[in-house]
């Protein structure tokens, strides 16, 4: 499995921006997609989740109600829609994809086997 990220930049404080995560070889509709950042200094942190198949998806409490992660089962990628950004937003951002096939949305970045390259997102005051 490979994921390539994509649609980081630069935005003013309560601006938008929306990464894209390709997946290409072999995934399956229970393995869980999800997005972790990681600012400088910082432990890398679990941001949202959710399944290729199902609408379960899961968030940290600090980005509900402005971020929303989809997927789109025909491109193969998962989105993340990111609102009212802030500056605490800045950091560098992770897709994975888990291996595991249980049905819960995991969040614990152990789960996460396969990553991609990262995208930059970096939020102005």
């Known amino acids: 499995v490979q994921l390539q990220a994509s649609g980081g930049g630069l935005v003013q404080a309560g601006g938008s921006l929306r990464l894209s995560c390709a997946a290409s070889?072999?995934?399956?509709?229970?393995?869980?997609l999800a997005w972790f950042r990681q600012a400088p200094g910082k432990e890398r942190e679990f941001v949202a989740a959710?399944?290729?198949?199902?609408?379960?998806?899961r968030y940290i409490d600090s980005v509900k109600g402005r971020f929303t992660i989809s997927r789109d089962n025909v491109k193969n990628t998962i989105d993340l829609q990111m609102n009212s950004l802030k500056p605490e937003d800045t950091a560098h951002y992770y897709c994975?994809?888990?291996?595991?096939?249980?049905?819960?949305?995991?969040?614990?970045?152990?789960?996460?086997?396969?990553w991609g390259q990262g995208t930059q997102v970096t939020v102005s005051s």
């Open positions: 994975a994809l888990s291996s595991e096939l249980s049905a819960a949305v995991h969040t614990a970045r152990s789960w996460y086997d396969y």
């Open positions: 070889g072999r995934t399956f509709s229970s393995n869980s």
């Open positions: 959710i399944k290729w198949a199902g609408n379960s998806a």
